[in-house]
């Protein structure tokens, strides 16, 4: 039987810089690339097909060519989708698709406290290939409606492309991957900032390679490093230049625009502290995770992951 480990990174936990440092330098095992991964049509509607187009029996077969004994699979997009549709809406068929395909795998999960999961989601959403253009107020889906009703009851939007705070929900994540794998091994961004040898090692002790990098890894080699604020606002302004047709003329435009934002107001602090309101969001949220995952260790963070206490 063949020993599936299944990464699912999730948006802004370190995903790019593992799948292009680290795992392609572990021995014993198969590694198919997050290039590779996301070439097969297979995947792909493994993850966003619906069940009228969706073909199991392929996905079988394929997954089933590997070669090897061992086989680590990651890609960001088996978190689900967050932006867009509210609830992160293929999250849980992309779990129950995983258990029928591997029901033994193993999975290993990273999360990242909330509000900085979702600024560095902004951060993306300007600078990459979204080449977005709203502010960071509008850039999430109606979070008053998730304070209001204690993230149990919002609207989804069938058309908005905001974030969704539930991709952030972490309670649900794991009560969803606990109940269908009998190996879920939890991993927090904060760790691997604070000290990433001793979260590889903890990797290596669930994988299990044949090798070992410790000691092997230059960490200061950030694959996505984050804007500095006034080239955040400078990029977004420039996105929205893009539909004005004649280059001068959105040229002049973002100069003036990059003066008149930093000349006569502070966005950065403003938007800073929309980032903090989003905290009472996750409130309710987090105890459940302490409560129920304390081996997550999400109580060592309160900053990261808030629980009003």
């Not at 889906?141 to 492309?161: E, M, N, R, V, W």
Request: glycine share 6%; with cysteine.
């Amino acid at each position: 039987m063949k020993d599936y480990i299944i990464h699912i990174g999730l948006a802004k936990t370190a995903s790019s810089f593992f799948q292009k440092t680290v795992f392609p330098r572990f021995q014993g095992l198969n590694y198919p690339g997050i290039a590779e991964v996301r070439s097969f049509v297979e995947l792909n509607h493994l993850q966003l097909a619906d069940d009228s187009f969706y073909k199991p029996e392929k996905t079988k077969k394929l997954i089933d060519s590997f070669e090897g004994d061992k086989i680590l699979i990651s890609d960001e997009r088996l978190g689900g989708r967050f932006l867009g549709f509210g609830g992160v809406i293929n999250r849980s068929i992309i779990a129950n698709r995983l258990k029928s395909l591997m029901p033994n795998a193993r999975i290993m999960v990273f999360l990242r406290g909330q509000t900085s999961c979702i600024y560095s989601s902004y951060h993306q959403y300007i600078k990459g290939f979204t080449q977005g253009i709203k502010p960071f107020e509008e850039f999430i889906y109606q979070p008053q409606k998730y304070i209001d009703s204690d993230g149990k009851d919002p609207f989804y939007g069938s058309t908005s492309l905001g974030f969704s705070p539930h991709y952030v929900f972490y309670f649900e994540l794991l009560k969803l991957y606990t109940s269908l794998f009998d190996e879920v091994k939890i991993l927090l961004f904060e760790d691997f900032v604070h000290n990433p040898e001793k979260v590889l090692g903890e990797m290596e002790e669930f994988i299990k390679p044949s090798n070992s990098l410790a000691g092997k890894i230059v960490w200061e080699d950030r694959l996505n490093t984050p804007l500095i604020p006034s080239d955040l606002h400078y990029i977004r302004y420039a996105n929205s230049t893009r539909y004005m047709g004649n280059k001068l003329l959105a040229k002049c435009f973002r100069k003036l625009i990059h003066t008149l934002n930093y000349g006569f107001s502070d966005a950065l602090d403003a938007e800073l502290d929309a980032v903090k309101k989003l905290a009472p969001i996750f409130y309710s949220n987090n105890k459940l995770v302490t409560k129920y995952f304390p081996e997550a260790g999400i109580q060592q963070y309160p900053q990261e992951y808030p629980t009003g206490k």
